[in-house]
């Protein structure tokens, strides 16, 4: 990942061999651990704030006017502990060479632009546009993916096309053929509902 690149989060984002090691540290703490116990102590409550999908540039105040790029713009939404269970999951049940995307809810920007409002008591917004590379919807596996794409534990998995399919069942007990996709992208997935937003954008402390 090029480091120079600027952007929201890029300052907190992990970097090429950080990736490989934050594996590392996640396969040998699930083979210590055993058991998996969630809780933040003091310092993680203090950073818990840039662990967001949802990402002020800086502090809404009351009666303050919004700024919008799209409000018909969406983006997946994963909790720190959904992607902890996710990493732990993946970690658990991989063999090696499966590619593992979790299945969440996305939102709407303007979902987030009519909770918002409410929260800080302000009915103005600015809509600015689309900036230059951004995309308007995310999309985890695309049409060609999808013709390697199986249900496992909750999760998606894309296998090797080139994989053995006999001994799929016995590999991956349970496992399903993804029928009901062409595409897996966040206008196409279902939505949040406003209490899930509210209480997410509150536990961010973006207000």
Do not use: C
């Not at 080139?162 to 196409?188: A, F, Q, R, W």
């Amino acid at each position: 990942m090029d480091k120079q690149k600027r952007g929201l989060d890029i300052e907190f984002s992990l970097k090429g061999k950080e990736i490989k090691k934050f594996r590392e540290d996640i396969n040998l703490a699930y083979n210590l651990l055993g058991k998996k116990y969630f809780f933040r102590n003091k310092s993680e409550k203090k950073s818990k704030i840039f662990r967001r999908s949802i990402f002020a540039s800086k502090d809404i105040n009351k009666n303050e006017k919004i700024t919008i790029t799209d409000p018909n713009m969406t983006r997946f939404s994963i909790t720190m502990n959904q992607a902890l269970d996710f990493i732990l999951k993946a970690t658990k049940n991989g063999h090696g060479s499966e590619i593992f995307i979790p299945k969440v809810k996305a939102y709407s920007l303007q979902q987030i632009v009519d909770i918002l409002s409410n929260l800080t008591k302000t009915k103005e917004h600015t809509i600015i546009g689309i900036r230059p590379g951004e995309k308007q919807h995310e999309s985890l596996i695309n049409s060609d993916e999808m013709r390697y794409a199986w249900s496992y534990e909750n999760m998606f998995m894309l296998l090797n096309e080139l994989h053995d399919d006999k001994n799929l069942e016995k590999t991956y007990p349970g496992i399903k053929k993804v029928k009901d996709l062409d595409v897996y992208s966040s206008d196409k997935t279902q939505l949040l509902t406003t209490d899930e937003i509210t209480e997410n954008i509150k536990d961010l402390q973006l207000l």
